[in-house]
């Protein structure tokens, strides 16, 4: 078992920065792979980042090269460092911890954290 509680987000104006931090307890963080996720209002669920237990990053089209995801193990923590960010980045951003490897598929995933939203003005 795992548990997940995400925290960080907030209001910022277009253009700043974010970092949301994910702590976890139970087993470790590098035993899974671990993503982040996020939910907009009427929207599904939609694949953000990933690193896999090998420490290899993946990311949606849409952050990459604006985001970056990173674990530390000292912590046991998961962060994604948000910067240049937009409008249509508001959303709820969830933690997730998964068994088997990176995936962009929420079902995937088998812990999930609470959410923390996260809401950029123009």
């Known amino acids: 078992q795992v548990q997940l509680v995400e925290s960080g987000g907030g209001l910022v104006q277009a253009g700043g920065s974010l970092k949301l931090s994910c702590a976890t307890s139970g087993r470790t963080a590098t035993s899974y792979t671990m993503a982040w996720f996020r939910q907009a209002p009427g929207k599904e669920r939609e694949f953000v980042a990933a690193?896999?237990?090998?420490?290899?990053?993946y990311y949606a089209d849409s952050v990459k090269g604006r985001f970056t995801i990173s674990r530390e193990s000292a912590t046991n923590a998961v962060y994604l460092q948000m910067n240049s960010l937009k409008p249509e980045d508001t959303a709820v951003y969830y933690c997730?911890?998964?068994?088997?490897?990176?995936?962009?598929?929420?079902?995937?995933?088998?812990?999930w954290g609470q959410g923390t939203q996260v809401t950029v003005s123009s």
């Open positions: 997730a911890a998964g068994s088997s490897g990176p995936t962009v598929v929420a079902g995937r995933y088998d812990y």
């Open positions: 690193i896999s237990r090998s420490d290899r990053t």
